[in-house]
């Protein structure tokens, strides 16, 4: 029987960055911006201080709603707060143009690279990767795993019996995902009641198996989606692991 979800990995994963992966390589990009911006005398993006364990650990997480007794009792359906970099001020004309290389081709005297220095980025990062890459295919086959495993008969049999559960300790909600989404728990601060409403929802995913059931069903739908598009795929984790070792190059040690 499963019940926390955060160590699980479905068979799209190898196709997906994970979230600390997606992290290495936002923040590397944001490097090689900024050092492309210092060459046409601006200070843009600022230096950042990157997320510091924040946010989802994993993509299944939360993929069956919250899992984790120890954080129900603590934060509700809270996700940890991520600590990311500043946010950028808006760049000013000349700024814009050296960035994105909309609307001008020179900016100080110098040639502005094609799609400026976020183009200039994406480039290094993906230089020696493989070609013909659809950069959002493991992504929205993910999406479709998930919606189709939502229709899975056994799938929706333990969500009814995971209301039922809800409904013996005096909570109306259809399926897993709704509790977050209740009016009452949209507050800054997380009330006694939302604490209480999680380790309710995480004891009746435990009693009922919803996220092993779950899990089970949708990772064969993916897996039938791997086989139809391996080739493609090979190609998105080849460009992954060459955008990965490039990250890992820019960022210190």
């Given at each position: 029987?499963?019940?926390r979800?955060?160590?699980?990995r479905?068979?799209?994963?190898a196709?997906?960055?994970?979230?600390?992966?997606?992290?290495k390589?936002?923040e590397?990009?944001?490097?090689?911006?900024?050092?492309?911006?210092?060459r046409?005398g601006?200070?843009?993006?600022?230096?950042?201080?990157?997320?510091t364990?924040?946010?989802?650990?994993?993509w299944?997480?939360?993929?069956?709603?919250i899992?984790?007794p120890?954080?129900?009792?603590?934060?509700?359906?809270?996700?940890r707060?991520?600590?990311?970099?500043a946010?950028?001020?808006?760049?000013?004309?000349?700024e814009?143009?050296?960035l994105?290389?909309?609307?001008?081709?020179?900016?100080?005297?110098?040639?502005?690279?094609e799609?400026?220095c976020?183009?200039e980025?994406?480039r290094?990062?993906?230089?020696?990767?493989?070609g013909?890459?659809?950069?959002g295919?493991?992504?929205?086959?993910s999406t479709?795993s998930?919606?189709?495993?939502?229709?899975?008969?056994?799938?929706?049999a333990?969500?009814?019996?995971?209301?039922r559960?809800?409904?013996?300790?005096?909570?109306d909600?259809?399926?897993?995902?709704?509790p977050?989404k209740?009016p009452?728990f949209?507050?800054?601060a997380?009330?006694?009641a939302?604490?209480?409403t999680a380790k309710?929802?995480v004891g009746?995913?435990?009693?009922t198996?919803?996220?092993?059931?779950?899990f089970t069903a949708?990772a064969?739908?993916?897996?039938?989606?791997?086989?139809r598009?391996?080739?493609a795929l090979?190609?998105?984790?080849?460009?992954?692991?060459?955008?990965?070792?490039?990250?890992?190059?820019?960022?210190?040690?």
């Amino acid at each position: 029987m499963l019940l926390r979800s955060t160590g699980l990995r479905l068979p799209l994963d190898a196709y997906l960055l994970s979230p600390g992966e997606t992290t290495k390589v936002t923040e590397a990009h944001r490097v090689l911006v900024r050092r492309c911006m210092v060459r046409f005398g601006f200070d843009y993006p600022p230096v950042a201080e990157g997320e510091t364990g924040g946010g989802l650990s994993s993509w299944t997480e939360r993929r069956y709603g919250i899992t984790d007794p120890a954080e129900a009792a603590v934060r509700g359906y809270r996700l940890r707060a991520p600590a990311g970099p500043a946010s950028a001020a808006d760049p000013g004309p000349r700024e814009r143009i050296a960035l994105t290389g909309k609307g001008g081709s020179r900016v100080k005297g110098l040639a502005v690279p094609e799609g400026g220095c976020a183009g200039e980025a994406g480039r290094r990062l993906r230089a020696g990767g493989p070609g013909d890459v659809d950069r959002g295919l493991a992504q929205s086959l993910s999406t479709e795993s998930y919606e189709r495993s939502v229709k899975n008969k056994d799938v929706q049999a333990v969500t009814r019996q995971w209301s039922r559960c809800m409904r013996a300790n005096g909570l109306d909600y259809a399926n897993p995902l709704d509790p977050p989404k209740d009016p009452r728990f949209q507050g800054t601060a997380v009330s006694t009641a939302e604490r209480d409403t999680a380790k309710t929802d995480v004891g009746c995913k435990k009693r009922t198996n919803l996220v092993g059931v779950w899990f089970t069903a949708e990772a064969a739908v993916q897996r039938s989606l791997i086989h139809r598009n391996h080739e493609a795929l090979a190609r998105v984790a080849a460009m992954n692991r060459t955008e990965l070792t490039a990250a890992q190059a820019v960022l210190p040690k």
